[in-house]
């Protein structure tokens, strides 16, 4: 987790922050009691910020980088402690890494049911349960409001706190929104929006945002659950029943007689093709099955219209 270099005496030389993979939200680079040379080199490394606490007051904040702990680098320290560019002594200051990731899968609910009144249900008492994330986006605010003294903090140990807050603006915006609990269960993403804005101020002033707030679930007790199930099948775009339309009614099947023989069987749609060519004439003899005997094709009322369309002969000249 944390490597410490002593390449001349008692002073510290390296700074800088291997992640141990423990969830930490901050860890507090231990000195030992020893102080840290002037000039000395601090890495920091992606998705993390060093933040400079001395004698009790936040001095600097580095963002991603290498640098060398000089006067230059250091301006907050600097005019704290009246250093003149000739300073070249050794300091004490205790030095926070904080990680400014985001820390996602953070897991919220209701310890106790939202007491709201809908308009179909009346009073009813709503539970919620859902997902978040945060993320560190101030850290000197953070280190001064949540972390204070703590060596090492985790997402798990504050988590606690924001929960609470969760829900205290969860009830507000859902008693506020005048919207009834079928509109909430069927906008669950606006839902969870309208608190994530509402919350967001109150985060702003610890140095935290919540990148992303998500309502899995809202339930109710007993029968107004099962009221609420029905109404939502109902409402879902794929919760009304629809008539099924019957199938297409297959094409008649018929046979042609010519010239002593027997041809087909053939679709209508493919007599309209023959009778439009010349091929099928309304004197010609057809039979399909439950006719009885052959008729004339111009005589059966299903292929009369068949002609109907024809040109009559040529005049002759």
Do not use: C
């Not at 004698?55 to 704290?80: C, H, K, Q, S, W």
């Not at 205290?168 to 993403?189: I, P």
């Not at 608190?195 to 107004?224: K, T």
């Not at 008729?295 to 068949?306: E, I, K, S």
């Amino acid at each position: 987790m944390r490597i410490l270099d002593f390449l001349k005496g008692d002073f510290i030389d390296v700074i800088h922050w291997l992640d141990d993979g423990a969830d930490r939200l901050v860890w507090r680079f231990d000195r030992q009691g020893h102080a840290i040379r002037y000039g000395a080199k601090l890495t920091v490394r992606e998705g993390q910020a060093a933040v400079f606490v001395h004698e009790g007051v936040i001095a600097d904040v580095f963002a991603p980088g290498l640098y060398m702990l000089e006067t230059n680098t250091m301006p907050v320290l600097t005019r704290l402690q009246h250093w003149d560019h000739g300073f070249r002594s050794p300091f004490k200051s205790e030095i926070y890494f904080i990680d400014t990731t985001r820390v996602t899968g953070l897991k919220w609910g209701t310890k106790t049911p939202v007491l709201l009144r809908d308009p179909d249900l009346g009073a009813v008492r709503l539970r919620a349960f859902g997902t978040y994330s945060i993320r560190v986006t101030d850290p000197a605010r953070f280190l001064a409001e949540i972390v204070g003294t703590d060596a090492s903090l985790t997402a798990d140990e504050i988590s606690f706190q924001i929960r609470s807050l969760i829900m205290q603006d969860f009830a507000r915006v859902v008693a506020g929104s005048g919207l009834g609990v079928l509109d909430m269960a069927a906008n669950t993403g606006d839902l969870g929006q309208m608190v994530a804005r509402h919350i967001a101020p109150v985060l702003d002033g610890y140095g935290l945002s919540m990148p992303d707030f998500v309502i899995a679930s809202l339930s109710l007790p007993g029968d107004a659950q099962d009221a609420l199930d029905a109404a939502l099948r109902a409402r879902a775009p794929g919760g009304l029943r629809r008539a099924t339309p019957p199938p297409p009614a297959p094409d008649q099947l018929w046979h042609l007689a010519r010239g002593g023989d027997t041809y087909g069987p053939y679709p209508t749609r493919q007599l309209a093709e023959m009778a439009q060519l010349g091929d099928l004439r309304p004197d010609m003899h057809v039979w399909t099955d439950g006719q009885g005997d052959w008729q004339r094709a111009g005589d059966v009322p299903a292929l009369a219209t068949l002609f109907a369309s024809r040109p009559p002969p040529p005049p002759k000249d």
